[in-house]
């Protein structure tokens, strides 16, 4: 038997890249409007594939909110009590490069599988966009599969780069850091936790530093004792 041991998000909802480990049997618990339904959803979507015929959204706490998976892909909020109209506190991302995962583990001998989807979607268009499907034996995915560091923080990598990357096979994963940028402690952080992650996995981790943001000057970037 395989058993659900991870579910990732990235840009889903309110979710920007979230890793949900899963142990044993668990409840989803919250108050009304905090993404209970929203994490069902996207199990959903990967176990279905996403597809329009089978994919039938959980109602949301107003039971009037219209869902989609545009609207999930955006982050949209819909006024509870207008449904037709957005919320006016949350304001929904202008384009979504999504990306959704399971990762199950065998019962017998701890092999994990990955399946999961990417969509795109943009705040002008009314519909959402399919990028790939895949399944993945004997690797268990993360959110460092689909997103990268920047200076100005966490962004989803295009689709076709993830696509060669699981289509290819890892050696190795790489990770850019910029001292110096608002960013830095975070960066390091996400690394830190990347780096464990790889080395359970037997790949090796590359690192990439560069000298960039508010605190660096631009003949500080290039300074051989920065």
């Not at 990235?10 to 899963?22: C, D, K, N, S």
């Not at 039938?56 to 006024?79: F, H, K, T, W």
């Not at 096979?169 to 464990?196: H, K, N, W």
Request: glycine content about 8%; hydrophobic content about 40%; some cysteine.
């Amino acid at each position: 038997m395989k058993r659900l041991r991870r579910i990732v998000l990235v840009q889903w909802y309110l979710f920007e890249a979230e890793e949900i480990e899963i142990q044993g049997h668990a409840a989803v618990i919250g108050p009304n409007a905090s993404g209970k339904s929203s994490l069902l959803d996207a199990v959903q979507a990967v176990l279905t594939g996403a597809h329009g015929r089978y994919w039938v959204p959980n109602a949301s706490a107003s039971e009037r909110s219209i869902r989609s998976l545009r609207d999930y892909c955006l982050g949209v909020v819909r006024d509870p009590d207008r449904p037709e109209d957005l919320s006016a506190d949350l304001r929904p991302r202008e384009a979504a490069q999504t990306y959704l995962a399971l990762v199950f583990e065998d019962d017998q001998d701890g092999t994990p599988y990955s399946a999961g989807l990417a969509l795109s979607a943009t705040i002008d268009s009314s519909e959402h966009h399919i990028e790939g499907r895949f399944v993945l034996p004997r690797y268990a995915v993360g959110v460092a599969d689909f997103v990268e560091s920047t200076p100005q923080g966490r962004r989803p990598l295009p689709w076709s780069r993830v696509d060669d990357a699981l289509r290819l096979g890892c050696a190795a994963i790489g990770f850019t850091i910029y001292p110096g940028s608002d960013a830095q402690l975070e960066m390091y952080e996400e690394i830190s936790v990347m780096r464990e992650e790889a080395a359970r996995k037997g790949i090796a981790t590359v690192i990439w530093s560069y000298p960039r943001g508010e605190a660096v000057t631009k003949d500080g970037e290039t300074g051989i004792d920065v």
